[in-house]
């Protein structure tokens, strides 16, 4: 039910984010903003496989655990794209009930990658080592203590 609930919301605010943007005309500062995250996301799509994708925050046995590309980065590049994206296009316009929105899926996605990883540290054992190495939803800059 809580898995349930995390993935309802992540799409909810995110088409809510989106399909309130004032698209006309179109806003060309903020798509190019947008234009990294976007493709942070399609990136780890085609990294970890069209058909291995998952919504749900657990594991099956087609899960396997993907460090090259984008997964070298951040641990979870289509999140970060996600949230890049819905952030560039904050101002247009911004609100207070968008500004929330945009928190709310920033704690929805912190608690979805939580449970994500739980499931991959129990599957695999080198998650944990992987987890120590790279950025969870933003990268992780060598020299600086994520503790």
């Known amino acids: 039910m809580y898995h349930t ?7 909810g605010l995110s088409a809510w984010l989106i399909l ?9 500062l903020a798509m190019t903003l ?7 996301a399609i990136w780890a ?13 657990t594991t099956s046995s087609r899960t396997r ?9 951040v641990r979870h590049p289509m999140y970060t794209g996600l949230l890049w ?3 560039a296009l904050m101002p247009i316009p911004l609100t207070w009930w968008r500004l929330a929105a945009w928190v709310i899926l920033l704690a929805v996605l912190v608690a979805k990658t939580r449970e ?7 599957r695999f054992p080198e998650y944990a080592t992987y987890r120590e190495q790279v950025g969870g939803l933003f990268p992780k800059f060598p020299g600086k203590s994520t503790r």
Not at 34 to 40: D, E, F, H, N, R
Request: aromatic share 14%; net charge positive; glycine share 8%.
């Open 5 to 11: 609930f995390l993935i309802t919301a992540q799409f």
């Open 20 to 28: 309130s943007a004032d698209w006309m005309p179109l806003p060309f």
């Open 34 to 40: 947008a234009a990294p995250g976007i493709g942070l």
């Open 45 to 57: 799509w085609f990294t970890m496989g069209w058909r291995r994708l998952r919504i749900h925050p």
């Open 65 to 73: 655990l993907t460090t090259r590309g984008p997964y070298a980065i």
């Open 85 to 87: 994206l819905t952030a």
């Open 116 to 122: 994500e990883e739980i499931a991959m540290i129990k």
